[in-house]
């Protein structure tokens, strides 16, 4: 019994200690597109926070909302007050896990296409959704990136009929980190 | 035994999971960011008068203002729609702080130039900045053919102003802004009238939804001003329709630049001499992207 218990212990340390492989990103980059009959919006946030479990495949996004950047200040002004509702939801999250993290090895090089589910948080709605992801290792650099769309309306967020040939109900988003770092506690 | 395993597991596999909780969260709170407070008011004038907001680099607002004739006036005047004054002008945002105008009223064919600038914006996170404070300073000119028997010269029909505007976003819904202003007229109409008028004003916002909003607008002139003159009161609603702003408005006021409004408003708001009027505001994005 107490062999038992001891061999537990020891492997649970092991998970532990595999546990600390953390890696995390203040710069990433989140891109949205709008495409409709008049014209096409695009936006850029490159402060979107990550922090990847690489052994249980646990990964968590956070972005604030005010950090993206319309072409027109006025396009700006507008998703900020009448659609995302930046005041009320400063920011959106996503928490989620990755589809076999044990497949993924860091220390060589390497391409991997990872399907990622998890619930994300917009304009104070959460549902879940699954996205395909690519893990890129190159030059002991790990890259990420998604590409998913959403629609808009299961967010509440509502698209006048007066603006509907210009502003899209369905939004392509691209999420790319160009480089995980890894996390040290402090 | 197996049940203490478990129990074990279950919470080994919860620590790590709120300790990741809460790594992700002082990741977030490592930056704290400052974010400027924006959209205190739909428009750059509240009604009448500057309001605190600026336009952005390279755009520019074509504003068309137009004052109708007292609705008292009746149906024989169409409720005042049948006499209309006319303000049309161009603003444009050279930087994000910085705004130049040009404009054109229909009475005494008056031509306005103003130049705004940010002092201060709003905002909250790292640096807490309660007010924001803009300044606005302009010139104007009346350009109709005079037949008194000594024509004015440029001078004498020329008027200068100096406005400061402090403005806090209250919250989402309410906006209020303090508008204090110095007009000075070089030949005021009546040889009796101070060429220097204080005028102390407000203005706010009432946001009834999304895109629409009530507002205000006042302005208590100080100085001598002749008897027929009153205090600028408006009361309006903003619709905010993608890149157009309209701004519906009830006013005793017909003039739509400072020396206007300020020193010659006529109508008294209580007595009824109120006219309907409009602005229509259509910005444009004009030069470089950012």
């Known amino acids: 019994m107490k062999f038992l218990t001891g061999g537990i212990l020891l492997l649970l340390s092991f998970i532990n200690t595999e546990a600390q492989q953390k890696l995390f990103t203040k710069t990433g980059i989140a891109v949205f597109f709008s495409k409709a009959p008049i014209e096409n919006i695009e936006a850029k946030n490159n402060k979107l926070f990550s922090v990847w479990d690489v052994s249980s495949g646990q990964i968590e996004f956070s972005i604030l909302m005010k950090g993206f950047a319309f072409d027109k200040a006025l396009m700006q002004e507008h998703f900020n007050e009448n659609y995302v509702e930046s005041d009320k939801y400063p920011k959106a999250f996503f928490k989620g896990v990755m589809e076999n993290p044990k497949n993924i090895s860091l220390d060589k090089d390497g391409t991997y296409l990872v399907k990622v589910i998890g619930m994300l948080t917009l304009h104070g709605i959460t549902r879940q959704i699954t996205v395909p992801a690519k893990i890129e290792v190159k030059n002991k650099i790990i890259s990420a990136s998604t590409t998913f769309t959403l629609q808009l309306a299961e967010y509440k967020i509502k698209i006048p009929r007066i603006v509907s040939d210009n502003i899209s109900k369905s939004i392509l988003i691209n999420i790319l980190v160009p480089s995980f770092q890894p996390l040290t506690p402090h | ?290």
Do not use: C
């Not at chain 2, 400052?34 to 907001?53: C, M």
């Open chain 2, 1 to 290: 035994m197996k049940k203490i395993i478990s129990s074990v597991l279950y919470s080994l596999v919860f620590l790590s999971a709120s300790a990741q909780e809460v790594l992700l969260k002082s990741l977030d709170d490592s930056i704290p960011e400052t974010v400027k407070i924006t959209g205190a008011f739909k428009s750059t004038r509240v009604i009448n008068a500057h309001s605190v907001e600026m336009l952005a680099k390279h755009n520019l607002d074509f504003r068309i203002m137009h004052r109708f004739g007292f609705i008292s006036d009746g149906i024989k005047q169409l409720y005042g729609l049948d006499a209309a004054s006319f303000r049309m002008s161009f603003d444009y945002g050279i930087t994000d702080n910085f705004t130049l105008g040009i404009g054109r009223s229909t009475f005494r064919k008056e031509l306005d130039l103003f130049v705004k600038g940010r002092v201060l914006q709003q905002s909250t996170g790292q640096k807490n900045i309660p007010v924001s404070i803009v300044a606005a300073a302009g010139t104007m000119v009346w350009t109709e053919q005079s037949f008194a028997a000594i024509k004015p010269d440029f001078s004498d029909r020329s008027a200068y102003y100096f406005q400061l505007l402090l403005g806090r976003k209250f919250s989402n819904r309410f906006s209020f802004q303090l508008s204090p202003i110095v007009v000075h007229s070089n030949m005021p109409v009546n040889v009796t009238e101070d060429k220097t008028i204080f005028a102390l004003g407000g203005g706010g916002r009432f946001k009834i939804s999304k895109r629409t909003a009530i507002t205000f607008d006042y302005h208590h002139p100080f100085g001598k001003l002749d008897s027929i003159y009153t205090s600028p009161l408006s009361i309006g609603f903003d619709i905010e329709t993608g890149g157009h702003v309209f701004q519906l408005q009830f006013s005793n006021a017909t003039g739509m630049n400072e020396r206007a409004y300020i020193t010659q408003t006529t109508g008294k708001f209580f007595n009824g001499d109120i006219r309907f009027g409009f602005n229509l505001s259509r910005i444009f994005k004009v030069g470089k992207h950012r």
